[in-house]
């Protein structure tokens, strides 16, 4: 069969994994370099930073994937339950899911005979795969993967962590607080860009709202790291 050659190229089926790897990816780089920002400045020493940031990374990370795995897991479950509730209803009145689907076809534009043999096409091939599609809104591209959410999660929030122990490591004790700013700033920009490429958003309006909210999370980490740092003292 000749295949066309007009390719559209879409971003639906990516958000699964797309939606887990962009928030893991935020949510590890910003705690992350929030709780060293906010130790840093509290006048701890350089190991008691390092140790912060590296418990950050591993307690987040597992908490980001057993989050996704728990919540993905549970809307897998009810679409399993959906599925099986069409099941039985369409074993049990067949005509009446037919006319269903001819509704819901009727809703979407078709005229009442066209959206009749086209329900009635589909019933004679998979009318499940038809429900599910059409009524339930659910298809292979967009189903629940706690599996391949748990583990997009886990590892975007260590990569992403990753980048402000690399500045502590990188920068001199003097400098350590600067250059952890800056790269965090970096990282969030190039996070923000990356994740609207892959969406087909706009970058420069995702990277600023990246940017702006963890740049307020490490400000109101850091008064409070300061505010403690002093009283302690």
Not at 66 to 92: H, M
Not at 147 to 169: H, I, K, N, R
């Amino acid at each position: 069969m000749a295949r066309s050659g007009h390719e559209e190229r879409h971003h639906g089926g990516r958000l699964g994994w797309l939606r887990a790897a962009v928030l893991g990816a935020d949510d590890g780089l910003v705690s992350t370099a929030s709780l060293m920002l906010g130790v840093a400045v509290s006048s701890a020493s350089r190991t008691a930073v390092l140790t912060a940031g590296l418990a950050g990374l591993v307690a987040g990370a597992a908490s980001m994937a057993a989050g996704e795995f728990v919540s993905v897991s549970s809307q897998k479950d009810a679409e399993r339950e959906d599925l099986s509730v069409e099941a039985a209803e369409l074993a049990s009145d067949p005509d009446a899911e037919l006319e269903e689907l001819t509704g819901i076809y009727i809703q979407r534009g078709l005229s009442p005979r066209l959206a009749r043999e086209v329900a009635v096409e589909f019933s004679r091939t998979d009318p499940l795969a038809a429900h599910a599609r059409d009524e339930l809104g659910q298809s292979p591209q967009s189903a629940a993967r706690p599996g391949q959410a748990a583990a997009a999660s886990a590892l975007s929030f260590a990569l992403g962590a990753a980048l402000p122990l690399v500045a502590l490591l990188a920068g001199s004790d003097t400098a350590r607080t600067v250059l952890l700013i800056v790269i965090t700033e970096v990282g969030l920009a190039l996070l923000g860009a990356i994740g609207a490429a892959l969406g087909g958003a706009r970058r420069t309006r995702a990277a600023i709202r990246v940017v702006l909210g963890g740049s307020a999370a490490m400000a109101v980490t850091a008064a409070v790291g300061a505010l403690v740092g002093t009283a302690v003292g």
